[in-house]
């Protein structure tokens, strides 16, 4: 399964995912925050704790930066979901030379040293985005994959990443689960009575 460190990179990248594009959430329609709303969203989207070795400086131009990785990055989960790698792989290529991501070790506070997959000088949008599309191509490129997901409930296409042990998981979340479980419950009842 992932490390610890790939683990949080892709829960970024899912949370860039779910909050930076447009789709369907949960049976609703979603639109993206935009304009004064984005800086706020990327700052619930990657927690100040998750990007600690980056410079936090979120203005308007890194905002729309990392809007647009996440529009790439949401383009690998489909392609991934729709059985598509090879157009997974040309996606995660594209975001991994677009970000300039480049692995090297960094001291830490709690390790003597950690890899970090961008450059000590790179901004915060570019320091994010390198890391996320690192943590993709290891998942694409080390056969896991399978593990990335788009939401199966209707009218929702919120991502994920499959860390179950069964490698089972169709759902973002167990309320899209849940009403999942209710409308193929209700259409039984009614086609039985």
Same mark, same amino acid.
């Given at each position: 399964?992932?490390?610890?460190?790939? @683990?949080?990179?892709?829960?970024?990248?899912?949370?860039?995912?779910?909050?930076? !594009?447009? %789709?369907?959430?949960?049976?609703?329609?979603?639109?993206?925050?935009? %304009? @004064?709303?984005?800086?706020? @969203?990327?700052?619930?989207?990657?927690?100040?704790?998750?990007?600690?070795?980056?410079?936090?400086?979120?203005?308007? &131009?890194?905002?729309?930066? #990392? @809007? $647009?990785?996440?529009?790439?990055?949401?383009?690998?989960?489909? &392609?991934?979901?729709?059985?598509? #790698?090879?157009?997974? &792989?040309?996606?995660?290529? $594209? #975001?991994?030379? =677009? !970000?300039?991501?480049?692995?090297?070790?960094?001291?830490?506070?709690?390790?003597?040293?950690?890899?970090?997959?961008?450059?000590?000088? =790179?901004?915060?949008?570019?320091?994010?985005?390198?890391?996320?599309?690192?943590?993709?191509?290891?998942?694409?490129?080390? $056969?896991?994959?399978?593990?990335?997901?788009?939401?199966?409930? =209707?009218?929702?296409?919120?991502?994920?990443? =499959?860390?179950?042990?069964?490698?089972?998981?169709?759902?973002?979340? !167990?309320?899209?689960?849940?009403? !999942?479980?209710?409308?193929?419950?209700?259409?039984?009842?009614?086609?039985? $009575?």
């Amino acid at each position: 399964m992932f490390d610890s460190h790939v @683990a949080v990179l892709l829960d970024q990248a899912v949370s860039l995912v779910n909050t930076l !594009t447009d %789709g369907e959430a949960h049976g609703r329609g979603y639109t993206a925050p935009r %304009g @004064a709303d984005l800086v706020g @969203a990327i700052d619930a989207a990657v927690p100040p704790t998750a990007g600690a070795a980056l410079p936090r400086r979120v203005d308007t &131009a890194q905002a729309k930066r #990392l @809007a $647009g990785t996440a529009r790439c990055l949401r383009r690998v989960f489909q &392609a991934v979901q729709d059985g598509h #790698l090879d157009t997974a &792989a040309e996606a995660v290529n $594209g #975001l991994l030379r =677009d !970000t300039g991501a480049r692995p090297r070790l960094a001291p830490a506070e709690d390790t003597p040293w950690r890899l970090h997959f961008h450059g000590a000088d =790179d901004s915060f949008a570019a320091g994010v985005g390198a890391g996320c599309a690192t943590a993709l191509a290891l998942a694409v490129g080390g $056969g896991l994959a399978s593990r990335l997901g788009v939401c199966q409930a =209707d009218r929702c296409d919120r991502v994920y990443v =499959d860390t179950s042990r069964n490698a089972a998981r169709q759902f973002c979340s !167990t309320a899209c689960q849940n009403r !999942t479980k209710a409308a193929t419950f209700r259409a039984r009842r009614s086609a039985g $009575g």
